[in-house]
């Protein structure tokens, strides 16, 4: 009878572990706002960082560092134009 009630104690021990460690689990899940004003605002966040990233793009046209990156990642095709031009 005692070793019944210890392992019935056990057994409801566990299950109530597990159905806190699912509640727990289930409560740090990240919400989905589907709110106007949530949704206005990621929205405003959005069109900022894309505007941030024009400007960078710009300035990296603009002062020559883009056109250095690219000859510099390519320039080994420019050696290898006798070779195709022998074919």
Do not use: W
Request: proline content about 1%; hydrophobic content about 40%.
């Amino acid at each position: 009878a005692v070793l019944a009630r210890v392992t019935t104690e056990k057994r409801m021990s566990m299950i109530k572990a597990r159905e806190e460690s699912e509640k727990s689990r289930a409560e740090n899940k990240r919400r989905e706002s589907t709110y106007v004003e949530d949704l206005f605002i990621v929205h405003i966040v959005g069109m900022d960082t894309m505007a941030c990233g024009f400007k960078n793009a710009a300035k990296l046209i603009e002062d020559g560092s883009l056109a250095q990156l690219v000859k510099k990642r390519y320039q080994i095709f420019d050696n290898l134009q006798p070779v195709i031009k022998g074919f």
